[in-house]
């Protein structure tokens, strides 16, 4: 107990969490992590959680999977990074021939950089600059959609909608056209084509709106919008990437062939810190020209291409075949829709029961404001052993792809009875 409480003191003196109120942190009863395994993660206490929402959506199949443990082993003999600014690095060519067999871009080109926000920033100013490099003036504008969210730095604020406590920003952010949905900005693209360079979507689900879903029809139709139109279409799946909605992309599901598509998060089932944004052929062509000329993407971070998170990223590409982890993914979506279905959404506490995959949002229906429900029925579900993480009043469920059946019974069990014991008046 003392050391459970000394290792919280001794993280809140030193450490700054992202969006978490620091003053009162340690009173929240946060996990101090130990070490983590298979589908838990066990605390400094020794206490064990099952990871419901794969440590902040990245974990596909789990922790220490000895498979990707031993990809990070044998590239670490290798070396473990090597810049890629003007060089290659052999893991790197394997990931991207790798991916571009798999990506629904086509003839892709892969950027990486580290974080999703990353990749987004990316794919913004290689969108601005295709149409400056072919000669194009006038196409500098953005369309984004309602409750968007593509990461923290202010280019992928001005794309998101705002919220999370992100409005004090408002002045650094640079102006977009705001859509409510996909037809709505279909209706932007025709209108305004001659002044955007791109419309920036999560395809299929609006992750940190609170598991928000669209009908994939009208992202087909925007899709078709931007081609009629010559609108570049950005498809940001950090969040819906590598098997979350049921197929490897949710790209796929819709129909839809992006110009760039952005992917982060799942990409090394967790292990490592990349992202990456692929580029048509199209795009990419429209970068070639003199050395050193003005048409080069002068962009790249630090540790773009990273050897060990490279490695890891292909292990985990295949493992994803060999282990069947889309078929699981389907099946176990079924039985989580079922479960919900029958367990939870009938509770007069909860509004709605979303579920694309095995990205789920639990909407509860708190009845005045400032209750904290979706604070109060994580905490329960915590103390039960589910580790859970709400957007709001959101109860976010995004298990590792990889659960099983007896997990998911566990997990609509518990947060049925943390609704019941934390969404109180
Ligand atoms: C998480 C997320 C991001 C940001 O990724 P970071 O790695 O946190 O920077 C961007 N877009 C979507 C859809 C996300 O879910």
Redesign the pocket.
């Known amino acids: 107990m003392a050391d459970h409480d000394d290792w919280v003191q001794r993280d809140a003196a030193v450490v700054w969490h992202g969006f978490t109120q620091m003053a009162a942190y340690a009173d929240n009863s946060p996990i101090v992590v130990e070490s983590a395994s298979g589908h838990e993660v066990i605390d400094t206490k020794g206490r064990r959680y099952l990871d419901a929402i794969s440590s ?3 974990t596909t199949l789990g922790h220490r999977v000895p498979e990707l443990d031993a990809a990070v082993r044998e590239q670490l003999e290798r070396g473990a990074h090597t810049t890629m600014l003007g060089n290659g690095n052999q893991i790197v060519v394997e990931l991207s021939e790798a991916l571009a067999r798999v990506v629904p871009v086509d003839d892709p080109h892969f950027l990486y950089a ?7 920033e990316q794919a913004l100013k290689i969108a601005f600059q295709y149409w400056y490099n072919r000669g194009v003036s006038g196409k500098t504008n953005f369309v984004g959609l309602a409750d968007a ?5 202010i280019g ?1 604020l001005s794309v998101g909608a705002g919220g999370f406590g992100t409005d004090l920003f408002d002045p650094l952010r640079f102006p977009v056209l705001r859509a409510a949905d996909c037809d709505d900005a279909a209706r932007l693209v025709a209108e305004h084509a001659s002044e955007l360079a791109a419309v920036i979507i ?1 395809p299929l689900v ?3 709106a609170g598991m928000l879903l669209a009908d994939p029809a009208a992202v087909r139709r925007l899709a078709d919008a931007c081609r009629a139109h010559d609108v570049l279409l950005i498809c ?5 990437g590598f098997g979350r909605t049921g197929t490897l992309f949710a790209s796929e599901r819709c129909g839809v062939r992006p110009d760039l598509l ?1 992917l ?2 799942g990409l090394t089932a967790g292990y490592l ?1 990349m ?1 990456a944004t692929a580029a048509s052929g199209r795009v990419f062509e429209a970068f070639l020209g003199a050395d050193l000329g003005e048409k080069t993407l002068y962009h790249g971070h630090s540790y773009s291409g990273n050897a060990l998170a490279a490695a890891v990223a292909l292990r985990h590409l295949e493992l994803i075949d060999s282990r069947r982890v889309l078929a699981n993914v389907q099946e176990r979506s079924e039985e989580l829709r079922d479960l919900l279905h029958d367990r939870v959404a009938p509770k007069p506490q909860v509004r709605e029961v979303r579920l694309q995959g095995l990205m789920g949002g639990v909407e509860l229906a708190p009845p005045t404001e400032g209750l904290r429900w979706g604070r109060k029925v994580c905490a329960a579900a915590v103390e039960r052993g589910v580790l859970l993480r709400p957007l709001g009043d959101v109860v976010v469920l995004m298990p590792p792809l990889t659960i099983t059946s007896a997990e998911i019974h566990t997990i609509v069990r518990t947060l049925s009875d943390a609704i019941d014991e934390g969404a109180t008046t």
């Open positions: 902040l959506w990245v580290s974080d999703g926000a990353s990749a987004v969210y593509h990461g923290d730095t992928a999560e609006q992750g940190a940001d799946e950090i969040a819906t952005c982060g998060k810190p992202s």
